[in-house]
Structures are given as C-alpha cells and as structure tokens.
C-alpha cells in the first residue's frame, strides 16, 4: 500500500540507508538525515558531500527539511499504518465496539488514526463522504488507539529516542529531542527484537549450564554416598584391625613381662639354693675353726693347725646380680614410648576429626578472597619490641637477634619475657585481615593483642588478652592452650583475620587457602593490634624474620 505512493528508495538516507530522520539538504542537492551528516563531517577534515564529493569552504549550517521530513512522516505512517492492519491484533479486531454507538453498540470495522475513535460501518460513511475526513488515516479496528498517538501533537508515533527510551512523533524531537539519537519505531523494534533472541539464546545457555550443574551436583551426591559408604566400612576395618592389634600386643607383653618374671624368679632361685648350700658348708667349716681355736693344749693345737684346712669351694658373689626388675623396666619403658606414640597418633586423628567436623582445614579459595579485602598496612612499633629483636626501618620485619644488647632499664611498653612485638596501629569495631610470611623458621608465634596486654609475665589464659597461634615441630597450637595441637604441617604465609564485633579470628594458610584455627566467641572492649614473636634459637636455628607482606591478588 506504502509503496504505490511512494517509493522508499526516495527517503532513504545514502549513509544510514534507513528513511529519513530530520532530513536535511547539502547546496549540492543531495538530502541526509541530520545525524548522520553530522557525524560524516566531524570525521573527517573537509566538508564535502558523501555522494558527489563536492567541498565545501565551511561547513554549512543545515537546517531540518519540512517537506522532505513530512513526505518521510507520511511514508512512515503508511508503513505503520499497513503493519497495523497485517498484525494478529487486527486479525482479531472484531471485538473492539464502535465509540460512537450510544444504544446496542455495534462491532467496529474501521479505526481512525486522527480522529482517536473506532467506527461501525454505519458511523464510518462520512470518512467516505465528507472531503477533510476523507485525508484520514484509516486502519483495522484498533484497541487503545490513543496509546499509539503522540499526545503533544496528535501524531501518530512513528520515533523511538534511545537517550529518553521513549515513543514520539516527528514533531517531538524538533522541539524537545534535538540532537538526540531518534531512531524509526521500525528499526528499534527490528533491533530489541535481535537484542531478544541474544537474551534468549543467553537465558538459554544459562538454563542449560545450570540443569548441567544440577546434575553434576546429583551425581556427586551420589558419588558422595558410595565414597562415604566405603570411608566408614574402610575405616572400621582398620580400627578393628588396629583394636585387635592392639588386645594382641597386650596379650604379647603380658606373656613377655611374665616369661621374663618366671626366667627371673628361675634364676634367682638357682642361685639361692647354691648359696644355701655354700652357706651350710661355709657354717661346717666355721664351727670347725671355733673348735680350734678352743684347744687349749698347744701340741694339739699345733698338730690340727699342720693340717691342711680348706675352705669349701664358693661362686664370686661379686659378680651376682639379679637383672628381672631391669628386664621388666626396660620392656615397659619401650611399651610405654610406643603408647605414648600411638596416643600421639590418636590425638592428631582426633584433632583432624574434630577440624573436619568444624569445618577447619577446609581449602576455600573464595573465602581467603573475601577476607583479604580487608587487608590493612600493618607497621610494627619499635617501642613495644623486646631489647633481644631487631626491627627493619620500613617496620616491616623482625628477627631475634643473640648479639643484641638489652637495656638496662626496659623502657615502659616494651615486652620483656615474651621475644614479641606489637603493630602501631590498632584495631576496633570492624575487620581487618594482614599476612606475614615465616618462611622456614623452626618456631614462632603470630596473632593479635590487646591494647593493654601485659608486656611482662604474661600467663596463658581466655583473659590474658593475646589470641594467637604457635608453630614448633609441625605442630600448632594456641597460646592459650599450650600442648593441645589444633593442626599439624608446614606453612609459609599466614593469614590473620579479625572481624571485632562477630568476636572471631581466624589464621589461614594462605599458599593452600585452609584454615588453620579459629578463636570465636571472643569478647573485645579494646583496640586490638597485630603480634609477632619469631621466637629464639632454642630449638635450632631460627634467625629468619617474620616479614609483614601485601596481599597478592593475583595469586
């Protein structure tokens, strides 16, 4: 219908090869939507015109084409006028009433786009007739005609302006759009609906990746209760294997300790009936020698003294030495160190159980992230630092120093038992989160402390005011329960993270992102500040620093 009116090749723009908006013409002749003229000529150095080529000495100043910009509105509301009557609305437009039927309202069959009303065929005879109604846009019996109506202008909308995102006529961006991004209805629909089936597809993709996800989950539910399954029958096997190892090495050692007693006691009583015996002859012997010296007459005296007198044969009791109580003690000194072992072994299974249990020691990239956004610049203070430590001038490293010099008069604040020191900065009524790197050291202790933390004879407890954790021989444990182990292994950067009003610490691996323990519950009324001990050389050699470090985030 459009088409036998005019032709759509006369209205379109040569640069956006879309009809005209807000046409305007060059002095050569050539017509161009406004915009994209406008565009043209600020992207390249001369004026000249896109078709021709013709330049110009100065830009000219354009000004909108009114008959162009009518004949494109025509031609627009034709187009809309024709999509209108082939849209599946006015297939069904049947049910919509004539307006202007008073009594029993008739069905409309046309719908005036100036007038804003539907008409029956009997209302819509003077649009036939009458010479003005005649230039009226008729279409398929319309609901809501109103709505497709610029209400400024009483044109129909034929513009979408993508800076308001709003409908409008092509009066409406003369007045109140200029320079605005007004596209067809048209070609906004064509492009959202694009947008759309993107969305679509995406929505799609999204629902697809999830479904997948759903199943994998299942699957791993599923695979979770097999593994589980043969976790606890794997590992009551074992137990029972190793209770029944156990009953047998009781049985083994009480049969050791009593063979060992009865070779002892077999032992012993050889070597008391030998001594009786030699007892009883030494006695013989004794009496013998009385009887001597009891012969008052000198030659017989004599005479038995010529006599050769023998003493009976002895064992060299010197040499005598009864080994049952040693042979016990060292059997059960050597069962008592094997107990002592496996209970060792027992505690670490039942301490990894319980962390396992509490979540502990899980590896949780996510989480380590999380808190290391509240990283804070954590600078130690010299003034709280024991005379045996050595800080860097940046106040970022410390070590223990066997050379260093104590004072002779600690000043006040400074640690004087503990080998510690405290960050200058402190810390309340929020979270914060700081990492330090120990490296190798054979020993050290890291945490947090109250302001006023004792700096001297500072005793273990849920009140002392020092929440930390220390490290020796691949074992952790917290100050405030020394010889209690709440993790086992090696680290190298630990993470600290403090959230003051939850009442929690927590300290992570962070090279493995575990957790490595957690205080909670914790109760503050002060500022809290960082502590480092790199503790001494007891143990070994331990001189490396523990060293404050930045967060790597692209770890």
């Not at 005209?20 to 002749?29: A, N």
């Not at 005879?125 to 202008?153: F, N, Q």
């Not at 493995?512 to 070994?540: M, Q």
Request: charged share 25%; proline share 5%; net charge negative.
């Amino acid at each position: 219908m459009a088409s036998s009116l005019l032709s759509e090749e006369q209205l379109l723009c040569p640069i956006c090869l879309d009809v005209f908006t807000r046409p305007v013409s060059t002095p050569c002749g050539h017509n161009f939507c406004m915009s994209c003229i406008t565009c043209y000529w600020d992207d390249i150095p001369v004026s000249q015109c896109p078709v021709c080529k013709e330049t110009f000495e100065s830009r000219p100043d354009l000004k909108v084409n009114t008959f162009i910009s009518q004949l494109a509105s025509q031609f627009m509301s034709l187009q809309v006028r024709d999509a209108l009557a082939r849209s599946p609305q006015a297939v069904c437009g049947g049910a919509v009433p004539c307006d202007v039927c008073t009594d029993a309202q008739r069905e409309a069959v046309r719908s005036c786009l100036e007038c804003l009303t539907s008409y029956c065929d009997l209302h819509l005879e003077p649009h036939h007739r009458v010479v003005g109604l005649k230039r009226h846009t008729l279409v398929e019996p319309l609901a809501s005609l109103e709505d497709k109506i610029c209400k400024d202008h009483s044109r129909l909308v034929t513009l979408f302006c993508r800076n308001d995102g709003a409908l409008f006529c092509d009066v409406c961006p003369v007045s109140h759009h200029v320079n605005h991004d007004m596209v067809p209805v048209r070609q906004e629909h064509q492009r959202i609906k694009a947008l759309l089936g993107d969305t679509e597809a995406k929505v799609q993709q999204m629902i697809q990746e999830r479904l997948q996800k759903v199943r994998d989950a299942k699957a791993a539910v599923e695979q979770g209760k097999t593994e589980t399954d043969d976790a606890i029958e794997n590992s009551v096997r074992d137990l029972t294997a190793l209770v029944s190892e156990i009953h047998k090495s009781q049985t083994e050692f009480a049969k050791v300790i009593e063979e060992k007693q009865r070779a002892a006691e077999e032992h012993a009583a050889g070597l008391i009936g030998g001594m009786e015996r030699e007892i009883t002859e030494l006695q013989s012997a004794m009496m013998k020698l009385r009887d001597l010296k009891k012969t008052e007459d000198t030659l017989s005296f004599l005479q038995g003294s010529l006599n050769p007198f023998v003493l009976p044969h002895t064992m060299d009791v010197s040499a005598i030495a009864f080994s049952g109580p040693v042979e016990i003690r060292r059997v059960q000194s050597s069962f008592s160190k094997s107990v002592a072992q496996l209970q060792m072994t027992l505690v670490q299974m039942s301490t990894e159980m319980k962390r396992a249990s509490e979540g502990s020691g899980v590896v949780d990239v996510a989480q380590l992230r999380y808190v290391q956004q509240y990283e804070v610049d954590v600078v130690l203070d010299p003034d709280t630092a024991h005379p045996l430590l050595i800080l860097s001038a940046d106040g970022k490293q410390v070590r223990y120093e066997t050379g260093a010099a104590p004072f002779p008069n600690p000043q006040p604040g400074r640690f004087t038992e503990h080998l510690a020191v405290l960050g200058k900065r402190g810390f309340s009524s929020r979270r914060f989160y700081f990492e330090v790197f120990v490296g190798g050291k054979v020993e050290w202790c890291v945490g947090v402390a109250a302001a006023s933390v004792k700096r001297w004879a500072l005793v273990p407890g849920p009140c002392c005011g020092l929440w930390a954790i220390s490290f020796f021989n691949e074992k952790f444990e917290t100050f405030n329960s020394p010889n209690v182990a709440v993790h086992f292994g090696k680290v190298e950067r630990v993470g600290v993270f403090v959230d003051y009003d939850a009442g929690r610490i927590c300290f992570y691996d962070v090279q493995t992102a575990t957790l490595i323990h957690s205080f909670t519950e914790c109760l503050f009324s002060e500022e809290l500040h960082p502590y480092l001990n790199p503790c001494d050389n007891e143990y070994g050699p331990n001189f490396g620093p523990i060293v404050v470090l930045p967060v790597d985030h692209t770890a």
